[in-house]
C-alpha cells in the first residue's frame, strides 16, 4: 500500500475556494487511479471525484460537478482537487485515495486499497 499524504483542509466561509492536496513519491507517473471521497458527522462516505489510471475518465459526484476539479502534477508528485464555491454541505473530512492501474466507469470507494488519514473541511459562517 503507498503511504498518502493529505492537506489543504481548512475552516473557510461559505463561497470560498480550498484545494486540497493528495501527495505520495508513487505519482511522479499517470499510472494510478486516485479517489477524493469525504464523509460528514452521522453519514456514510461518498465519492467527491476520481480520475482513472492515465486520466481516462474523471468522475464527479453531481453536488459538485462544475464547483470542484481533480487534476495531477506528475512533477511534484501530487493530486489536487480544487473546490471552489464551497457550501456548508461541503464540510466533511476528506480523503484520498490510490489504486495502481485501475480503470472505471464508475467510481466506488471499494476499488481503492490505499488510503491517507485525512484533512479536515469545515464550511461555516
Known amino acids: 500500500q503507498l503511504q498518502l499524504v493529505e492537506s489543504g483542509g481548512d475552516r473557510v466561509q461559505p463561497g470560498a475556494s480550498l484545494r486540497l492536496s493528495c501527495a505520495a513519491s508513487e505519482f511522479t507517473s499517470r499510472n494510478y487511479a486516485i479517489g477524493w471521497f469525504r464523509q460528514a458527522p452521522g453519514k456514510e462516505r461518498e465519492e467527491v471525484s476520481c480520475?482513472?489510471?492515465?486520466?481516462?475518465?474523471?468522475t464527479y459526484v453531481d453536488s459538485v460537478r462544475g464547483r470542484a476539479a481533480i487534476s495531477r502534477d506528475t512533477a511534484n508528485a501530487t493530486v489536487y482537487l480544487q473546490m471552489n464555491n464551497l457550501k456548508p454541505e461541503d464540510t466533511a473530512v476528506y480523503y484520498c485515495?490510490?489504486?495502481?492501474?485501475?480503470?472505471?466507469?464508475?467510481?466506488?470507494?471499494?476499488?481503492?486499497?490505499?488510503w491517507g488519514q485525512g484533512t479536515q473541511v469545515t464550511v461555516s459562517s
Open positions: 480520475i482513472s489510471r492515465s486520466d481516462v475518465t474523471t
Open positions: 485515495a490510490a489504486e495502481f492501474g485501475l480503470l472505471f466507469a464508475v467510481c466506488r470507494s471499494d476499488f481503492f486499497r490505499s
